[in-house]
């Protein structure tokens, strides 16, 4: 199995759509056997469904992610674990014994009809509604 994760200074980063770097394990049972980082290379949103498809990954573990993403994780078969914080490592391997805490309702509201907000996003001013952001 191939996990990502949403990837940045060791941590879970918390915006699907602007994650700059995947960390991808390669597992086998309960175990993590290789890890690469990977760049998402200017890549955003459901651009990076293709991408992480691609690299042939099968799980996903994000922070927020908006419904246009999800869906678009939903058709390239990949499953998703979103609203997750701390170590990626740490999730990981939470994931591979059953213990990750995530949230199945994660939602990245700043996208609803058609309106941004710009809070601690790292996107600038404003006041975020995801919940979860952070930078």
Do not use: W
Not at 40 to 51: D, E, F, I, Q, V
Not at 73 to 95: H, M, W
């Amino acid at each position: 199995m191939r996990v990502a994760v949403t990837y940045e200074n060791g941590e879970v980063y918390q915006h699907f759509g602007h994650t700059e770097q995947f960390k991808i394990y390669v597992t086998e049972e309960k175990e993590i056997l290789s890890s690469e980082i990977v760049d998402t290379n200017g890549s955003g949103h459901g651009a990076l469904a293709g991408m992480l498809s691609g690299q042939k990954v099968d799980t996903l573990i994000c922070g927020g992610i908006g419904q246009g993403a999800k869906d678009a994780l939903a058709q390239a078969g990949i499953s998703l674990y979103g609203g997750v914080t701390g170590g990626a490592d740490a999730a990981v391997k939470a994931f591979l014994e059953g213990n990750l805490s995530y949230n199945p309702d994660v939602a990245c509201s700043h996208h609803e009809n058609g309106h941004e907000h710009h809070g601690d996003c790292g996107h600038g001013g404003g006041e975020c509604r995801h919940g979860r952001c952070g930078k």
